[in-house]
């Protein structure tokens, strides 16, 4: 995986590209990415969510998603950015930028920038954090998170049980952007997609339990009621159905369990890894990256993941896995 890697995947007007890296300076990936990113604008696509990851020597790579509506541009204040769209009846809008010193703060930001584009909390179907310190800070975070989502309304997503969940999400580690962190700082950064207009639908494991039940605010997944059948596809770890980490330490173990379980929630909801458009592989050790790949090249798993080195929420945890599928391809 010397790279570079790139991934394209499209349906029904939404587009995502993966591009990842390793080992290459930016003078040999950077112009096969901008050239793809060229033939998206010359095909009427508009950017509406980019996500870089990497630096200091690791893994570098991107996620990029464009859709051809036309897109409309709001400064959401506090260095938040929002892009949105409608299609076919449904509002849609990606916020990036809101950065905090803690998740309720971070969420307080959100929600005010959201309102400027006629958005709320309650609208939000997946989010990403990262978490300066997570490992000291996880429970923290939680408990920060629940209280705001309880202050804004949440949980709004429909249920198959009748009840209502979370947002899909992903919560690790501080990310290596190539940009420090100050000294003495300790962040916590929000990125989320929102959607009004349509009814997405919270979604349940049958191999892991509900994370609510032990004290984190997120679906394992959420399913769009849109043409190209979006699957937002939670953080998901090497975790039983008890609650249990599996496996300390062993690497390679974590990485086979994670993605049984993957393999196994995707099925019970009628979806596979082969509908996979985009996601990431976090990897707690940067000396695990290449097992990883040797790993998913011995079982022929060619995925759209950006390998990105981040801690995940537990210490007994070395791998994680998240993604967004378009279902209908």
């Not at 599996?246 to 086979?256: E, M, N, T």
């Not at 379980?261 to 996979?276: H, N, T, W, Y």
């Amino acid at each position: 995986m010397s790279g570079p890697r790139f991934y394209s995947s499209s349906c029904a007007g939404e587009q995502f590209l993966v591009w990842t890296a390793r080992g290459i300076s930016q003078a040999t990936w950077g112009p096969g990415l901008q050239e793809r990113l060229s033939r998206l604008a010359d095909s009427g696509y508009h950017i509406v969510q980019e996500r870089r990851f990497g630096g200091d020597g690791g893994p570098v790579g991107g996620i990029v998603r464009a859709v051809a509506h036309p897109v409309r541009e709001l400064d959401g204040g506090e260095g938040i950015s929002l892009r949105g769209w409608e299609d076919d009846g449904v509002s849609h809008c990606c916020l990036s930028g809101a950065v905090s010193t803690d998740a309720g703060l971070v969420i307080s930001r959100a929600q005010r920038a959201l309102g400027q584009a006629g958005f709320s909390m309650g609208d939000v179907v997946r989010t990403w954090y990262r978490v300066d310190g997570i490992l000291h800070r996880y429970d923290a975070f939680n408990r920060q998170r629940t209280a705001a989502y309880d202050q804004y309304g949440l949980p709004t997503l429909g249920m198959e049980n009748g009840g209502r969940g979370y947002p899909a999400s992903t919560g690790v580690g501080g990310l290596s952007t190539g940009v420090g962190t100050p000294p003495g700082e300790r962040l916590v950064r929000l990125e989320l997609y929102a959607a009004k207009g349509c009814s997405p639908q919270a979604l349940s494991s049958p191999v892991q339990k509900d994370a609510p039940l032990y004290g984190s605010a997120f679906s394992r997944g959420v399913r769009m009621p849109v043409s190209c059948g979006l699957l937002e596809l939670s953080g998901t770890a090497a975790i039983d159905e008890a609650g249990a980490s599996l496996y300390p330490g062993d690497f390679i173990a974590q990485v086979a369990a994670t993605f049984e379980r993957i393999v196994r929630f995707l099925a019970a909801v009628g979806a596979s890894l082969s509908q996979l458009a985009a996601g990431c592989a976090y990897i707690r050790r940067p000396a695990d990256v290449d097992a990883c790949v040797r790993w998913m090249d011995e079982h022929q798993l060619d995925l759209p993941l950006v390998p990105v080195i981040a801690d995940i929420c537990r210490d007994d945890l070395l791998f994680e896995v998240d993604g967004e599928l378009f279902r209908t391809r």
